[in-house]
Each structure stands twice: as structure tokens, then as C-alpha cells.
């Protein structure tokens, strides 16, 4: 019922940047959190970063002071700007919403590549 897309993966240079964007669609929902995972090939899926409805945020410490998150609650969008990306950056990035709808449910979208190459 709830729908997660994402945008703005590509292939980028060491020290270059990229704007994720996801977007949850659906009706009579509330996202209590939103963020950002990642799983690179022969790596377990991560927390990239997340932030709950109240603007709390959480960062994984290998993007801390690279990695921004953002969200609009209104319309339920999220976004994550990510600078100075390196190779070990490379990975399928998933937009993550858990979200209270008749109950609390996790929903992921389907990814989008991210390719940092040195």
C-alpha cells in the first residue's frame, strides 16, 4: 500500500557528489522513520543514515560529516546528499520507511546504484 521510489544514483568520481531522493506514496499513513540503507556486493545490508518524524537523525560514523539527510514530513519525501564520496561509498542504496498506517510496517524501495570509482 505504501510505495518507496528512488532517485539519483549514477556513477561519480572519488571526491564528487550525488543527491539521493526517495519518495513514499500511498494514503492515510505516517512515516516514523525514513533512511537510507546500503549493501555492497559481498556486504551485509547498513544504516547509512535515517531521521524520525521529529527531525532526530543518525548517522553511520563512516559518513559522518560527508552524508546530509533531509525529509519533509508533509510530503513524505527524503532526501540524502552525499559529498565527498569515496570508493568504498559504491554500493545499491534503499530508501527504508517504517510506517504506521493500520499498523506499523517496514517498506524499502528497490534501490539505486550508487558507483564511486578512484
Known amino acids: 500500500q505504501v510505495q518507496l521510489v528512488e532517485s539519483g544514483g549514477g556513477s561519480v568520481q572519488a571526491g564528487g557528489s550525488l543527491r539521493l531522493s526517495c519518495t513514499a506514496s500511498?494514503?492515510?499513513?505516517?512515516?516514523?522513520?525514513m533512511g537510507w540503507y546500503r549493501q555492497a556486493p559481498g556486504k551485509v545490508r547498513e544504516l547509512v543514515a535515517d531521521?524520525?518524524?521529529?527531525?532526530?537523525?543518525n548517522y553511520a560514523d563512516s559518513v559522518k560529516g560527508r552524508f546530509t539527510i533531509s525529509r519533509d514530513n508533509a510530503k513524505n519525501t527524503l532526501d540524502l546528499q552525499m559529498n565527498d564520496l569515496r570508493p568504498e561509498d559504491t554500493a545499491v542504496y534503499y530508501c527504508?520507511?517504517?510506517?504506521?498506517?493500520?499498523?506499523?510496517?517496514?517498506?524499502w524501495g528497490e534501490g539505486t546504484q550508487v558507483t564511486v570509482s578512484s
Open positions: 500511498g494514503s492515510n499513513f505516517r512515516t516514523v522513520v
Open positions: 527504508y520507511a517504517n510506517v504506521l498506517l493500520s499498523t506499523f510496517r517496514n517498506y
Open positions: 531521521m524520525r518524524s521529529s527531525g532526530n537523525t
